[in-house]
């Protein structure tokens, strides 16, 4: 399974079973931040999930500057950031992640198969200093969410053409 597989399972699972209205890959509201998925619940807070296929790539995240200075718990212009952060991560990753997990991290474990195939393995604890997101920033995010569907209508009108002009060969 790769970062794409999980991407899409994760952006289901938050917006259908979570019933996160908005979902943006890789944007977010302040400008250090490129977060592989980011939510707002129903309550106008915000759900960061971080997406990890290797071992190497969750080990790598830790030694970032956003864990130094815990960036992700503290306030930036005015705003503590996430109600919750996840790590996402295929099944079998997800075991060998978890005694490895910081603290105040959630894990989801993703399958490629079943009817549910994210699960949280370990419940985002909820940090109690977000602040609900300002009517600005939830249009900030929307803007973004239109860029993140700009981008997939792009790439499926690429794989189109590529699959006619597949077909066109002899």
Request: charged share 30%; glycine share 6%; net charge positive.
């Amino acid at each position: 399974m790769d970062s794409s597989d999980v991407r899409l399972r994760v952006f289901k699972y938050l917006r259908y079973k979570r019933q996160c209205g908005i979902v943006v890959f890789e944007r977010g509201l302040w400008s250090s931040d490129k977060p592989d998925i980011l939510a707002v619940t129903k309550s106008d807070y915000l759900i960061e999930v971080e997406i990890k296929v290797t071992l190497a790539d969750y080990r790598a995240d830790q030694s970032k500057y956003k864990w130094r200075i815990q960036e992700r718990c503290l306030p930036v212009g005015g705003q503590t950031r996430n109600r919750r952060f996840y790590y996402a991560a295929p099944t079998e990753l997800a075991e060998k992640i978890m005694p490895e997990l910081r603290p105040g991290c959630g894990l989801m474990a993703v399958s490629d198969s079943g009817y549910d195939p994210v699960w949280c393995r370990v419940p985002a604890p909820i940090n109690k200093g977000a602040q609900k997101l300002t009517p600005a920033q939830i249009a900030e995010l929307v803007r973004h969410q239109t860029g993140t569907l700009a981008s997939a209508l792009t790439e499926i009108e690429s794989l189109k053409k590529r699959l006619a002009e597949a077909k066109a060969q002899p």
